[in-house]
């Protein structure tokens, strides 16, 4: 038997990150993905939002370095959970048990490295790294 399932999408809002009662770290999180398709009618591509949730170091993971509007593209299982609400009603819900995520683009222009920041605004580092080699043959050793 095959269950597998990957999406690319991005985050709906922040993940969730809470602890079971043994302490596992686990984080939920929704994704919205395009269809392939748009409609016969001309309009605009119609959105699935699908929920997915990362156990472990993996939703830890997902809670420090994804946020809302992040691309990702998760890889796991499809999952079925059924549950009586509070009417007595069942319900049922299908979530992607994450396996793997994986940054679907790259850091967004708006987030800098503080140290890529500090030596593009200094004027020393700059000249220097704009000076000219000079051509030397004399030291070296060949």
């Known amino acids: 038997?095959?269950?597998?399932?990957?999406?690319?999408?991005?985050?709906?809002?922040?993940?969730?990150?809470?602890?079971?009662?043994?302490?596992?770290?686990?984080?939920?999180?929704?994704?919205?993905?395009?269809?392939?398709?748009?409609?016969?009618?001309?309009?605009?591509?119609?959105?699935?939002?699908?929920?997915?949730?990362?156990?472990r170091q993996t939703g830890e993971f997902v809670s420090k370095y994804f946020q809302k509007g992040r691309m990702a593209v998760v890889s796991g299982r499809l999952q079925i959970r059924s549950w009586n609400d509070k009417d007595g009603n069942k319900r049922r819900a299908a979530e992607v048990n994450v396996d793997n995520i994986?940054?679907?683009?790259?850091?967004?222009?708006?987030?800098?490295?503080?140290?890529?920041?500090?030596?593009?605004?200094?004027?020393?580092v700059a000249d220097d790294a704009a000076s000219p080699i000079m051509d030397d043959d004399e030291s070296l050793p060949f």
């Open 1 to 55: 038997m095959l269950n597998h399932i990957i999406v690319m999408g991005r985050l709906t809002r922040d993940p969730e990150l809470r602890r079971t009662g043994s302490g596992i770290a686990v984080a939920s999180f929704t994704i919205a993905v395009d269809r392939d398709f748009s409609p016969k009618d001309g309009g605009e591509r119609e959105t699935d939002f699908i929920d997915c949730v990362a156990w």
């Open 102 to 124: 994986y940054f679907g683009d790259s850091k967004s222009s708006n987030q800098h490295n503080k140290s890529e920041d500090s030596v593009l605004s200094d004027p020393t």
